[in-house]
């Protein structure tokens, strides 16, 4: 045994691991486990009794309610879980405790191992205004910015002054996206750090906050580095995460697109330093922000990315079982010189979100799971399957589709064509959204920057393919399949009770809403000698489908193509050869539901708690004011006045947890009398 406790680490061998997380990187880690003879601990609050890394684990022990707050965010729970199970070490994962230097030190006094770097590590990197002047002494370059201990607005605007705008405020205690805003001039600062600290508080527990330099169009790289107790630390190439949204990446690769030779060595270099500055140990990530040929340090984050399996898809290594081994106080498994990278990868991130809707989480029961084979260079990592529920208590993520390709521009493809693969019914998604961004020219030439999302967002969340006679048969191919399952019947027209007449030719007509636009296509079967024929835009062909596990296929004309059709209710989900569309299906034998709430008044977007109340009912409002602030799923979302003229009333109250589409606002509009 090893144990190393003047740097706050404990290395030693077990035999059994407690995982203190959930979802996909839990049932992640309990793979790697269990491939090394490691026996696994799963814990969960009681909205995850039943979920997959719960089923998947050799042990599961109760934490407690819902909330991160009480269950997976207290230690001390966890700690006693692993004691009660006799679990020799804990892994966090990433979020939740995986960077809490004092959980890994109530680790190390239980004499508990923790998978995951020094205490001191984690402390030196835990505040990001700390790290930046660690890394300003070792030589690393540094955007330039604020990062003392001041936080009174006073010093805020003179530094942010100082710096030039516009700036960018960040949580020192975080990442992800959380407690981040971008200013573009003094007029906005003072709500932008307000707003800042209060979700980083909700986040982190920590509101301070630091000031850069914005730069306008920068990329985002980050290097994936590995220490062992016995000194050694290497690098394992770089990863691109420039394509993100408000700050949180949306797909990642490795290797970068556009690093040159001499500046991947130079970037991989400035990370190793970064980590030998701290006696780095374990699995960490170092970011960088590059503009033109210059790049500076951002952060380091001390545990395991999300982004972790674009790495080990081009370097062959398991970065899990590295962790495990360095924590087993072994040396890292190979030196630099012999690590090598083939081909390239990408990995999007399958959100429970509605991008039509500002991107608001998605929540309910998944009734529909159809996975990409995971062969020929495709990796589904998830914790869900099908009859599982989305809670609004944890990040919404679902799954990571990763991919593999001898060369970036076949990996994009082989990714594309997974996309259209990955079906998923019963809450909104963001595939449609992915595979427009996959598709976007910008992307397939790497020429992007971290804007390029927001610049292009209405083009990436609406599409702009129009629907061709292909894609209204597959729609209609999707509802005859929809009325199969739902009566158990036959392919036959005769078997359906539909629109059929009795005597001659019969006919049936579907209808479907896209946008504002409605589009109609016929079914017609003339007897057996022509069989069955679709009629759109005036002219008709032959037409069958068929429907199997693999999907759904489609023949117009004789030819055939395959499509994804997923449901919810009457809104059909349809991706084809030409797109992704969003159709409703207008039923002729469903009346359709009106909205009768009206624009005098709005509605919970999704379930969440109030956690401010920004004006009082009989105030006078303008169109567009923020009335109230709703947290869910560890973001703010704000909810504004549809009309100018006065609140009159508000349903809710600070704290008061509200469920989606609940009337909170009801205003009273000033009628113009000219």
Known sequence: MSVNRLSGLLTRRFDKLLIANRGEIACRIIRTARALGIRTVAVYSDADASAQHVLQADEAIRLGPAPARDSYLRADLIIAAAKATGAGAIHPGYGFLSENEGFAAECLANDIVFVG???????????????KKLMEGSGVPLV????????????????????GYPVLIKASAGGGGKGMRIVSDAAGLV????????????????????????LTRPRHIEVQVFGDSQGNVVSLFEREC??????????????????????????QAAARAAAR?????GAGTVEFIAEGDAFYFIEMNTRLQVEHPVTEAITGQDLVEWQLKVAFGEALPLAQELITATGHAFEVRIYAEDPDRGFLPSIGRIHHWRQPDTTAGVRVDTGFVEG???????????????????????????????????????????IAFLSRLIAHPLVRRGDMDTGLIERDLTTLVSGSADLTPPDLAAAVAACLVREDASRNKGLSPWDRAGAWMLAGQRRRAFSFRTGSATVGASLVYAGQSKGLMIEINGIAQPFRYFASEAGLDVFLDGRK?????????RELGLTTANGTFKLHWIDPYVIEGTDSLGADRFTAPMPGAVTRILIEPGSPVSKGDAVLVIEAMKMEHTLRAPVTGKLVSLACSVGSFVDEGIVLGVFEAIVDAS
């Open 561 to 569: 193509s395959r499509v994804s059709a997923v449901w919810d209710k």
């Open 117 to 131: 770097p020094p205490i001191e590590a984690i402390r030196a990197m835990g505040s990001k205004s700390e790290a």
């Open 191 to 214: 709500e932008a750090v307000a707003g800042a600290k209060r979700e980083a508080k909700a986040s982190f527990g920590d509101d301070h906050v630091l000031i850069e330099k914005y």
């Open 144 to 163: 330039p910015g604020y990062h003392g201990d001041a936080q009174d607005i006073e010093t805020l605007t003179a530094a942010a002054s100082t710096i």
């Open 388 to 430: 599982d529920t989305i809670t609004p208590n944890y990040d919404p993520m679902l799954a990571k589709l990763v991919v593999w390709g001898p060369d970036r521009l076949a990996a994009l493809d082989r990714m594309a064509d997974a996309l259209t693969r990955f079906e998923i019914g019963g809450v909104t998604t963001n």
């Open 277 to 281: 500055s701290i006696g780095y140990v």
């Open 242 to 267: 420039t394509l993100q949204r408000r700050h949180q990446k949306v797909i990642e690769e490795a290797p970068s697109a556009k690093l040159t030779r001499d500046q991947r060595d130079s970037i």
